[in-house]
């Protein structure tokens, strides 16, 4: 009784490891897969792997004569012992940077990609944003990145962080409506507005535009005769394949069979991560003609519904692969984006992208105020509140309307 006990323990563990091995491999690039391939095929006499002519790109293998973004941080990176203690975390915080120099996913999501606890990403974060120049790169948006150069330049007192926790009020009403926000005599407030505007919001920017990926695409999207064509990037692909023969010996049985399993699943991998990247791109076709003004609203769940599978393996698969489109190198995960209200086919991105169109063809003299940006938003088809309009703007980096008036 105890032995048939210990035997069953014994094949649900398996199961479930395996399971768990699985679902990794859909976390994986196809760069990461190649490595995690030929760890495997090294203890594996029955695996033949035919790894792809492009070598994997490292941190360590960048060259110093690069320039951008991605290229600045990294070599500074190198200089921050948290970030050489851990450099798979490290290297998830640079692969979240957009092209302001601030983060573009949430702590969660970045300690979830590398199996860390939100605690690890929370110290990394820290090390990080205290040692990295110029300060404010890595922040989590405006009034985080203000806040850092604020601290760094002995600014952030009491006053400094009211005004950093309201300046959305600046946008919708003012310098009156920050002070009547903040309760703070007008002179102080001015004063901190005054040390704001020698701040860089932006240090991302300095660098030459969007910051250029660590490693090649997963997928490349082209147009052919029939129009798009979506699939598997084969230059970083790894391809996987079964020795020929039999196992011989009974003790090799259990090798073999784990050859095979690993060969099915890597296949499977595939299918799933290139009929998910079909799904979204079909849905986002607008995008691949137009470019990001076209984006449409689109959950992760639509996606699971269409191809019957779970949300999370939607996620999984989304979150880390790099997309090659006509519009530029894009995470597949950054193609998924809510509308700012219920029933909107519109992304939220996309939005904010015509605003900007908007307000880079208005008449200096004249500029739009948030109530005019709605309401030509809304003759467009894109209901929005004043006070989402004004938040959007924001995120933009562009000034109120009595900061844009040119006399």
């Known amino acids: 009784m105890t032995l048939t006990a210990r035997l069953t323990q014994s094949q649900r563990q398996n199961l479930g490891f395996r399971q768990i091995q699985a679902v990794n491999l859909l976390l994986l690039s196809n760069e990461a897969l190649a490595e995690d391939l030929m760890r495997r095929a090294a203890a594996n006499p029955f695996l033949r792997l035919r790894l792809p002519p492009q070598s994997t790109a490292l941190i360590e293998d960048q060259g110093e004569s690069e320039c951008g973004l991605y290229a600045h941080v990294i070599g500074q990176l190198r200089m921050i012992g948290a970030a050489r203690a851990d450099e798979a975390l490290a290297t998830a915080f640079v692969e979240a940077l957009d092209g302001n120099g601030w983060l573009d996913r949430s702590l969660a999501e970045i300690a979830a990609s590398t199996g860390r606890s939100p605690a ?60 009547q926000a903040t309760g703070m005599p007008p002179e102080v407030v001015a004063l901190c507005l005054a040390q704001i505007r020698r701040m860089d919001p932006r240090p991302g920017l300095a660098f030459g535009g969007p910051p250029a990926p ?135 991105t996309a939005i904010r992208y015509r605003l900007g169109q908007i307000v880079a063809t208005e008449d200096p003299r004249a500029p739009y105020d948030d109530a005019a940006l709605a309401a030509l938003l809304r003759r467009e088809g894109k209901p929005l509140a004043r006070r989402t309009v004004a938040k959007y703007r924001e995120e933009l980096g562009i000034p109120a309307r009595n900061q844009r008036l040119r006399t």
Not at 123 to 136: R, S, Y
Not at 225 to 230: V, Y
Not at 321 to 330: A, D, F, I, K, S
């Open 120 to 179: 690890a990403a929370t110290t990394m974060l820290t090390a990080i944003q205290q040692e990295i120049e110029p300060v404010g790169l890595f922040a989590r948006g405006l009034s985080d990145c203000l806040r850092l150069q604020a601290a760094d330049r002995g600014q952030l007192t009491p006053a400094m962080e009211a005004v950093l926790c309201h300046l959305e009020a600046v946008a919708s009403g003012g310098v009156a409506a920050l002070v």
């Open 214 to 348: 660590l490693r090649a695409p997963d997928i490349i999207v082209s147009r052919g005769a029939e129009g798009w064509q979506i699939a598997l990037n084969r230059a970083t692909l790894p391809v996987l394949t079964l020795a020929p023969g039999r196992e011989g010996a009974a003790g090799l049985r259990a090798v073999r069979a784990e050859a095979e399993w690993l060969a099915s699943i890597v296949e499977r991998r595939n299918r799933t991560v290139l009929a998910v990247a079909r799904a979204v791109l079909a849905r986002q076709r607008g995008f691949l003609d137009h470019g990001p003004g076209a984006l449409m609203a689109l959950s992760r769940s639509d996606i699971a519904a269409r191809l019957g599978l779970h949300d999370s393996t939607v996620g999984r698969v989304a979150r880390d692969l790099l997309v090659e489109t006509p519009q530029g190198l894009r995470t597949l995960s950054s193609l998924f984006d809510s509308g700012p209200t219920r029933g909107n086919g519109t992304a939220a």
